[in-house]
Each structure stands twice: as C-alpha cells, then as structure tokens.
C-alpha cells in the first residue's frame, strides 16, 4: 500500500516540524528518534529517548493495518527522501542518530535511517 501524496507531505511536514525543534546553538542529548504507529487508529506518534511525545500525526491508510513491513518501506522512503533534500543537516544532536520504528512497548523493531 502506498500513501497519497497528500499523506506523504503531511508526515514530511510533521517530522520537518519536529526536527525544528533541535536547531539551536545549544546541542540536544537526543540520540535518536522513536517512531511508533497504532495500527488500529493510525496514528504516528515520534519520541524523543526519553519517551517525551515530539510529533503525532494521523495515516488514514494506516487505520487498521497491522503489518509493520508496511510502515518501514515507506517511513524508510520518506526519511530518505528527506536526508536527501538535506531536513536533517542542521540538526545540533549527538551523531550519528537514528530514526527508529518501535512496537507499543518502546522495543526497537528496525533502523529507519
């Protein structure tokens, strides 16, 4: 299943968003960010290491999908569209970081970038 173009700008706003949040002269802790999606309402949810809520938005066509090989090719599609375009270069974080797509309880499910 692919996203609409319209859902695709939607998660790229909302994780452009986030990533606002560490430009600053001052470097953040954060190591990575924590991507976590409720299958049965859609709902993306990103976290900081410290399970501080950064960012949520709602993926229509993730209302009732289950299958995380799904979220993973296309968060994995979108964040690399994103590195390429450069979102994430002005980050002032602790490198490397991740992106990194978790079940319910927090556990690492894969790297995403």
Do not use: C
Not at 52 to 73: C, D, M, P, Q, S
Request: hydrophobic share 35%; no cysteine; charged share 30%.
């Amino acid at each position: 299943m692919s996203l609409s173009r319209e859902t695709q700008e939607m998660l790229q706003n909302t994780i452009t968003k986030m990533a606002t949040r560490y430009i600053s002269a001052e470097e953040s802790n954060v190591t990575d960010f924590h991507i976590r999606v409720n299958g049965d309402n859609g709902e993306l949810t990103i976290f900081d290491d410290d399970d501080n809520t950064l960012a949520r938005v709602h993926i229509k066509e993730w209302e009732g999908e289950h299958n995380e090989a799904v979220y993973e090719k296309e968060l994995q599609n979108e964040l690399a569209k994103m590195h390429q375009k450069g979102a994430f270069d002005s980050l002032n974080i602790v490198k490397p970081y991740s992106f990194v797509l978790t079940d319910e309880d927090g556990q690492s499910i894969v790297d995403l970038l």
